[in-house]
């Protein structure tokens, strides 16, 4: 038995059961693009047909398609009909086939099939969902890789169902918050009380309820601000969960990814060095600590402030931060 789309110039999808089977890869390289078959089957609008009412025994003996490819595989007669797909546009073709030793399909057999078809075209259409439900969650993956800061996903019973990177580097530092039986707690006891009853409200509320929360780090370090929301509706599915989830947002003040200073150079004409002395500016740095890291005079950072501030528009080092910090920041 084989299927494949039939109005697309290369399978996107193509499954072979049977003597056919390891036809598969053959088939795909090459002998779709002889295929006799398709074109009899596409320009039908319904119903099964057998190979044996278009293709007669002189045809079979000089086809390239039948005894390199068919008979190799003990395949000789076949039925076919095209599958109709309401998700899209896109219509697949079906054909069973038995081999020479057998006789053609009757009209009998055909009737029979036909009362196949509608369970046919429900599993078809049920095969495509489920490849668009994992195409989608892959690219909300990929999304979720770029972000700047941490993401995780609980379900309804607060458990972790995913993560980007970012969050699992957050919780692998175990600097204030880490996972334990599967679930996101906070290192301080009355932080973890706290998170435990946040997440709690949330998941009775899943569709109303969203709340903020600092978490300390025992390093010492700045802390973590996390948000709560409701996942949205149409991304449950896509993490696997059969109920409403919510997503946890952790910033990291300490580590957020500025954007990069050629960036700045292309946004605003800055010079190599303005721009490196925006970022500067925007990790809280004053022109004193600046003027030292760097080994630069005050005098050359203040001329390229001036200039900085001319170039973006702004008056005051406060609002240089807020432009770099306002921008989109990706991961590299």
């Known amino acids: 038995m084989g299927i494949w789309p039939v109005d697309r110039g290369a399978p996107a999808m193509l499954e072979m059961i049977g003597p056919l089977a390891s036809g598969r890869g053959p088939y795909l390289d090459y002998f779709q693009t002889v295929d006799p078959h398709v074109a009899v089957v596409a320009a039908r609008h319904g119903g099964w047909t057998f190979n044996a009412h278009h293709f007669d025994e002189g045809y079979v003996r000089r086809s390239e398609y039948y005894n390199d490819f068919l008979l190799v595989h003990g395949v000789r007669y076949g039925a076919a009909t095209l599958l109709k797909n309401s998700l899209r546009e ?56 770029q972000l700047s800061f941490g993401v995780v996903v609980v379900d309804a019973a607060t458990r972790v169902v995913t993560m980007n990177q970012q969050a699992k580097a957050i ?99 800055f010079t190599s060095a303005e721009a490196r002395l925006a970022v500067a500016i925007a990790q809280g740095k004053d022109l004193r600590q600046i003027a030292a890291e760097s080994r630069k005079a005050l005098s050359t950072l203040r001329s390229q402030l001036a200039s900085l501030f001319d170039k973006s528009g702004v008056k005051r080092q406060v609002d240089v931060a807020r432009i770099v910090l306002s921008l989109p920041a990706i991961r590299d």
């Open 90 to 145: 896109l219509r697949f073709c079906l054909s069973v086939n038995r081999g020479g030793d057998e006789p053609p399909y009757t009209e009998a057999e055909l009737g029979e099939l036909e009362r196949l078809t509608p369970s046919l075209e429900r599993a078809i259409l049920l095969h495509e969902k489920l490849a668009r439900s994992q195409a989608e969650g892959h690219r909300s993956a990929n999304l979720m890789e």
């Open 171 to 269: 919780l692998d530092a175990a600097d204030g918050l880490h996972l334990e039986d599967g679930i996101l707690v906070a290192a301080r006891s009355f932080e973890r009380t706290k998170l435990a009853q946040l997440l709690a409200r949330c998941a009775k509320q899943p569709r109303a309820c969203s709340g903020e929360l600092l978490i300390g780090r025992p390093s010492k370090r700045l802390p973590y601000a996390l948000l709560v929301t409701p996942l949205p509706f149409e991304l449950n599915a896509l993490v696997g969960t059969g109920s409403p989830a919510m997503m946890i947002i952790i910033s990291d003040f300490d580590s957020r990814a500025l954007i990069r200073a050629e960036r700045l150079m292309e946004l605003f004409g």
